[in-house]
């Protein structure tokens, strides 16, 4: 997990060295960043800055990661404060908090800017709350930045009552979550823990949050979106609790991949287009591809590596073997692409498979309710019924859409 962290530390100095190089390629030749270029520009010194600070309960593991990090701080800071994000500041009051994200982690992280701190003190002044209506996860977001540096205005609303209207609040619909529900889920639990060294404000109990995520590596999974698959997974060390074996095999999943291709493919890669490229050009379509992936598996890594946030070695086995796991796998039927979790899970011992058949059991449940296949929903919930497999969101949901589909009927 180290040299994980160590690659995803690599890969952004890269990124932000790309930044800085395109910069001053444009203030020597006069010319303007193209708005999307720009929020690009934004969102990766905003992202490295927070790994940075995600790095920093761990520093004292490697001293590659120490130097690294040290190197990153000093070229994250002129990129960080330069007159666009000053002036975004100044001009956008009611987002001035989203531009100034590097900012408030630098200066946590030793680096402060008094001047930047005035302006962003008079822009913030204006009136509470003011600016665009945000998504709970974002409301949340604006509150742990309150925590990271203290010219934030907190909101005004009690931190349990955020956590509460975000996606920590509510069970997740296991069975139609969409990428952006989960997004919101995994984004709302690092702000509302800082990042895991926090306890959250909730009143779910972990173990519920937990079994939200089980269901969440389903989806992630199945559509071989590697990049949320390791957010989900940061669930369980930012939590402080055990990890699920569901949790276990997915990172042993995205591990290998990293491993085999040499880094972790983004959800818009191509690997046709990827090995049609040579040399430097093959490296920057990689690059700018998988980049953020490779940033979220040094996150995920660098939760994992702090004192009792590990992950097992390699999936626990189920206490006895049942064959819940051999019996759900029969009903499996093959998708194009292939997803990432068929070939592993066949390699599986069979009590192994008993103890990820949870997720066999929503991955399935998720298939027929697309295809609405109310024959397999019938048939995964007898098998979950004959292996006592019906705790857990996706059975219980799984037999009230069997009701609603008898109403329906009359």
Known sequence: MIRRVI??????????????????????????TESADGLLRGKVVAETAMFLLCLQPILNLDERIRERVEVLANLLIPLARN??????????PGLAGDHAVAHAILSRLGFPDTDVDELLSVSLSIAPDFG????????????WLARVWGVFRPP?????????????GRPLDALGATRLDIYA???????????????????????????????????????????????????????GSRWSATATFAFGIIAEVEDSVGFLPGLTFDSTRYHAHTGDD????????????????????AVALREGCAPPAAVPPARRSRGAGAALVRLVTSESPASCWEDPINALAPRQQDAVASLLLTILFRRARIRGDLALVRHALEIALAFNLIDGPAPRQAAALLRRSTALQL
């Open 156 to 168: 005004t609303r009690r931190e349990s009552t955020l956590v509460a209207s975000s996606m920590l």
């Open 7 to 32: 690659n995803a530390l690599d890969v952004a100095r890269r990124m932000v060295r790309a930044i800085d190089e395109r910069a001053s390629f444009d203030a020597a030749n006069g010319s303007r």
């Open 185 to 239: 889920f995994t984004h709302a639990l690092m702000y509302a823990s800082d990042l895991g060294t926090r306890r959250i404000a909730t009143t779910r109990s972990k173990a519920a949050i937990a079994a939200d995520a089980d269901a969440a590596l389903a989806q992630s999974l199945d559509s071989n979106d590697f990049d949320l698959t390791a957010e989900v997974i940061m669930t369980w060390p930012m939590l």
């Open 83 to 92: 007159s666009d994000v000053l002036a975004a500041i100044c001009l956008d």
């Open 132 to 143: 665009p209506e945000r998504l709970p996860h974002r409301v949340l977001e604006q509150a």
């Open 282 to 301: 093959r490296s920057r379509f990689a690059l700018g591809t998988s980049y953020h992936t490779a940033y979220v598996m040094g996150y995920l890594c």
